[in-house]
């Protein structure tokens, strides 16, 4: 196999593992500053169970997280020498600030959040937990921005020749606000909120069934689910938005995500189906002229490009599996729309936990939007080929020169095994975690005094 195509399945091995975590410490972070929120509003001793119960599952995931994307750093040295080069002083200024505003605030607070249960007074500890939820929505900042400006640059001119060519920035503001950010980052965190409530109404409706902490899931289902309806809700239109800057600003990739291989000024959408890549033909069930309307408000306006309108050679090859990537996502968003939309209607009669059949159905979904967020990212980073900065660096001249498939290979099986067992570790650990449930009720949780020990919370 090619260093390129090895190469290419490594890094997207390891971003795809590392990104199963931040994700959820997004939305757990959410979740545990609602319920402590809750609990400084009402006093309620469960919203303070709850608070506690979910710090524990953030921090297991804050510590996945972080030792599975230290390796990324590394691999863009080894593997992607004249891509570093080329972006160093753009990644340079985003993953700084990333570091600097983001990961420090995060890690700063985190130690307050995970030992100051017993030490420091409830205000104090809710200050923390904001703090570290801001941080870690402030560190999507700044890879989305650094992502985001590899699909559509700004800010910047280009120094040097040839493999010594790299980007400048002349504008930071334009680099970190280029024309997909702000979209993208809304997208992002609305997928990352998701996976966070989808994980609590999950574990929620997992007692609910098991007949434990019967009030307190209830509570915590309530909340997670007013989240999920709210965010994927928000989420249609992020979505909608995103696509939008995709159609002006990556046209082959806007055809590929829709199998579309012919210019058409009346363009439909295909809910799913299959493209057939050699006779260049998508063939499913579409809603005629939707693709249209919804890039141009209007049916006729203009001409989106098919496939067959760019040179091979600039246009995606696995145009199938962008395709399906894709709408599988998408089906995902409006089926989290569909089942919290339900749930919300047997809240409204009355009759949310009598459903026994729906709660077994939340059990399983904290893995739907997991999936969306995967697939999602699939598509776009699939979509762009074959540029890795869109339009000015490709993909193939990337590469480090003195790499070789041996060398990517080893270390890709040695990653593998590293990050399945660092998987096998997680869902262990969160196993133990759900089965020993919240603290009692009647357990002493916050200090009366800041002198008091921490016992309570690492036993």
């Known amino acids: 196999m090619e260093v390129e195509i090895l190469a290419r399945i490594q890094f997207a091995f390891t971003v795809a593992f590392h990104y199963i975590y931040p994700p959820l410490s ?6 545990m500053v609602i319920f402590e929120g809750l609990f400084l509003r009402t006093k309620n001793r469960q919203y303070e169970q709850l608070a506690r119960f979910y710090t524990k599952i953030f921090g297991l995931t804050f510590g996945i997280g972080v030792a599975t994307g230290i390796v990324m750093e590394f691999e863009f040295g080894t593997n992607w020498a004249v891509y570093s080069r080329y972006v160093g002083d753009v990644f340079g200024s ?7 505003f983001a990961f420090a605030m995060e890690s700063g607070f985190l130690g307050l959040l995970l030992f100051g249960w017993n030490r420091v ?4 500890h809710f200050i923390a937990t904001v703090m570290v939820l801001i941080g870690s929505m402030f560190s999507a900042v700044w890879i989305v921005v650094a992502n985001s400006w590899q699909q559509t640059p700004a800010g910047f001119h280009v120094l040097g020749e040839g493999l010594h060519a790299r980007a400048e920035i002349t504008d930071f503001w334009a680099m970190v606000f280029n024309p997909s950010s702000v979209d993208r980052l809304w997208h992002v965190w609305n997928g990352s909120f998701l996976a966070g409530a ?9 007692y609910i069934l098991k007949g434990r902490f019967i009030d307190l899931s209830k509570k915590s289902f309530k909340i997670a689910l007013m989240v999920a309806l709210i965010v994927s809700l928000a989420q249609a239109f992020s979505g909608h938005s995103s696509a ?3 159609a002006e600003h990556q046209p082959a990739k806007l055809a590929a995500l829709e199998g579309q291989y012919e210019d058409s000024d009346d363009a439909g959408i295909m809910i799913f189906g299959w493209v057939n890549q050699e006779e260049q033909k998508t063939i499913g069930v579409e809603i005629p002229s939707m693709l249209h309307i ?3 408000q209007e049916r006729g306006k203009d001409v989106i490009r098919g496939l067959n309108s760019f040179p091979i050679d600039q246009r995606p090859t696995a145009i199938n599996a962008i395709f399906q990537f894709y709408h599988i996502m998408v089906g995902i968003g409006f089926g989290l729309i569909g089942l919290s939309l339900m749930a919300a209607y047997f809240w409204w009669r009355g009759k949310l936990f009598e459903q026994k059949w729906l709660l077994r159905i939340f ?44 060398q990517v290979l080893f270390s890709l099986i040695l990653f593998f095994v590293v990050y399945l067992f660092l998987f096998l570790l997680f869902v262990y650990l969160l196993n133990k975690k759900i089965k020993h449930g919240p603290e009692k009720a009647d357990q002493k949780l916050y200090a009366d005094s800041p002198k008091r020990s921490i016992k309570g919370l690492v036993e």
Not at 198 to 206: E, G, K, Q, T
Request: hydrophobic fraction near 55%.
């Open 198 to 206: 989808f994980l609590v109404l999950s574990i929620s409706a997992y």
């Open 94 to 100: 985003a993953l700084a600030a990333e570091g600097i």
């Open 244 to 246: 939008n800057v995709v």
């Open 121 to 124: 007074k409830p205000w104090v």
């Open 294 to 296: 919804l890039t141009h």
């Open 363 to 406: 059990v399983f979904s904290a893995i739907l939007p997991q999936i969306a967020n995967q697939f999602g990212w699939f598509a776009a980073e699939m979509g762009r080929q074959p540029w890795v900065v869109y339009g000015l660096l490709r993909t193939s001249d990337a590469l480090s020169e003195a790499v070789t498939a041996e």
């Open 26 to 31: 997004i939305g757990l972070g959410l979740l």
